[in-house]
C-alpha cells in the first residue's frame, strides 16, 4: 500500500502562485509515475502533470505548460506541484496519484492505483 498526502492548497488572487506538496509513504516504488490531476466542480477529474520517478521525465497538460512545474524530493519521497500566474478557471480539488504506469498512459485515472485526499485550490478573479 501506498499513501499519498497532498497539502499546500488555498485561496490566491488571480495571477497568483500555489505550491501544493504531496508526500508518499509505504511501499513506493522507483517504477512509479507520480501526477497531479484536478477536478472542478462539475466536471470530469483531468490529468495536469506527472513525474516518472526512475528517469524524471515530465508530463504536462497543455493548461498547465508554462504555468506549473512539478518537481521531487528523493529523499523525502515528496512531489512539489508549483503553480504560477493562476486564474480562476484553475479552481479545482486538485489530487495526487501515484502508480507503474505505461508509457502513453500517464493522463489516464485508470492508471494509477493510489490517490490522496485531494486539496483545494480556490482562485479568485
Known amino acids: 500500500q501506498v499513501q499519498l498526502v497532498e497539502s499546500g492548497g488555498g485561496l490566491v488572487q488571480a495571477g497568483g502562485s500555489l505550491r501544493l506538496s504531496c508526500a508518499a509513504s509505504?511501499?513506493?516504488?522507483?517504477?512509479?509515475?507520480m501526477a497531479w490531476f484536478r477536478q472542478a466542480p462539475g466536471k470530469e477529474r483531468e490529468f495536469v502533470t506527472g513525474?516518472?520517478?526512475?528517469?524524471?521525465?515530465?508530463y504536462y497538460a497543455d493548461s498547465a505548460k508554462g504555468r506549473f512545474t512539478i518537481s521531487r524530493d528523493n529523499a523525502k519521497n515528496t512531489v512539489y506541484l508549483q503553480m504560477n500566474s493562476l486564474n480562476p478557471e484553475d479552481t479545482a480539488v486538485y489530487y495526487c496519484?501515484?502508480?507503474?504506469?505505461?508509457?502513453?498512459?500517464?493522463?489516464?485515472?485508470?492508471?494509477?492505483?493510489?490517490w490522496g485526499q485531494g486539496t483545494q485550490v480556490t482562485v479568485s478573479s
Open positions: 513525474i516518472r520517478w526512475s528517469t524524471g521525465t515530465t
Open positions: 496519484a501515484a502508480g507503474t504506469v505505461n508509457y502513453g498512459q500517464h493522463t489516464r485515472l485508470g492508471a494509477y492505483g493510489y
Open positions: 509505504g511501499r513506493t516504488s522507483n517504477y512509479y509515475v
